[in-house]
């Protein structure tokens, strides 16, 4: 079991940026790491994941978020720009087994750890 503990999450105003981090305490490059986001009253979607070798982004972040990771640190960062308030949601980390299609499907179901979240608030 990983544990994982996300910070960075804030208020801000539409066009702005923010940094979430995610620190994990195992060795993040043995697993697929995503973020997934949960607004009020709607499902956990997943936006962003890495994995060896690879990225994937939703539609809705693809060209304006970022995720990357320090393994030295073992923390995976997701780097967020041009924030609309559509971007208003939980903002959770995941680790998931160190399989490309774990990354690439990101559904919440193939993900077994979960940190507690961090808010981002986005007004107009």
């Known amino acids: 079991q990983v544990q994982l503990v996300e910070s960075g999450g804030a208020s801000v105003q539409a066009g702005g940026s923010l940094r979430l981090s995610c620190t994990a305490s195992?060795?993040?490059?043995?697993?697929?790491m995503a973020w997934f986001r949960q607004a009020p009253g709607k499902d956990r979607v997943g936006i962003a994941s890495?994995?060896?070798?690879?990225?994937w982004y939703a539609d809705s972040v693809q060209g304006r978020f970022t995720i990357s990771q320090d393994n030295a640190k073992n923390t995976v960062s997701l780097q967020m720009n041009s924030l609309i308030p559509e971007d208003t949601a939980m903002y959770y980390c995941?680790?998931?087994?160190?399989?490309?299609?774990?990354?690439?499907?990101?559904?919440?179901?193939?993900?077994?750890?979960w940190g507690q979240g961090t808010q981002v608030t986005v007004s107009p």
């Open positions: 195992a060795n993040t490059s043995e697993h697929c």
């Open positions: 995941a680790a998931g087994p160190s399989r490309p299609y774990v990354c690439g499907i990101m559904h919440r179901t193939g993900f077994s750890d």
């Open positions: 890495l994995y060896t070798g690879g990225t």
